[in-house]
């Protein structure tokens, strides 16, 4: 059964959605859209294939902190329930 989210869970997915648009909306975008290169390849194109895996990295940790933490939630209840 699934225990449900604490209000900091759900806060920490909400700030991670609006930096997720933050990353992707045009201000942000127009800051990497130079006529500059690194090793040949636009800034552009290097913020996006640098910064969409980095932000799905921090999502992933995220989770698996949250299944951690959960984990030892159940077995502290399994131990007192014992």
């Known amino acids: 059964m699934k225990t449900p989210q604490t209000t900091s869970t759900r806060e920490a997915w909400v700030l991670c959605l609006i930096l997720g648009i933050i990353m ?40 698996r902190r949250l299944q951690q933490d959960e984990d030892k939630d159940r077995k502290m209840r399994d131990e007192e329930s014992e």
């Open 24 to 63: 992707l909306n045009f201000p942000f975008l127009q800051i990497f859209n130079t006529g500059h290169s690194i090793f040949g390849i636009p800034i552009l194109i290097f913020y996006f294939f640098l910064g969409w895996p980095l932000s799905i990295m921090v999502i992933y940790l995220f989770v």
